[in-house]
């Protein structure tokens, strides 16, 4: 097969500093990269133990897309547990974890961007 893997999905920011911030020290992440690439700042993250990293980067003409649901699912061994270590580091939910079908939890990043967590 010709593809591999997924290197990176992107997240929309209007501010690198204030994600970079929530990724790596209430999310956990660690920086790969963080340079400049022509006139863009160009930030990857790590996930530790997984494969795909997240790219804190908006492209040029998909600003509206900043504040969003995002097409992709973080996964996690304890949806109950995680809930409760990020919700002490300041982490906004839009409530508490369901169990049906499965154990998961909506969170958002300072930029309004949704994310679906989960322990399926």
Not at 53 to 79: I, K, M, Q, S, W
Not at 107 to 119: C, E, H, I, Q
Request: net charge neutral; with cysteine.
């Amino acid at each position: 097969m010709m593809l591999r893997k997924l290197n990176y999905v992107g997240i929309p920011t209007r501010d690198q500093d204030r994600s970079l911030t929530f990724w790596t020290e209430a999310m956990g992440c660690i920086i790969a990269t963080d340079r400049l690439v022509g006139t863009k700042r160009w930030i990857e993250l790590t996930i530790p133990g997984a494969q795909t990293g997240l790219l804190l980067l908006t492209p040029e003409g998909h600003e509206d897309r900043v504040g969003a649901f995002f097409n992709g699912y973080f996964g996690c061994d304890d949806v109950q547990y995680t809930y409760e270590k990020l919700l002490a580091r300041g982490v906004e939910f839009l409530g508490p974890p369901e169990k049906r079908p499965f154990p998961h939890v909506y969170f958002k990043d300072p930029d309004g961007n949704t994310f679906f967590l989960s322990s399926r």
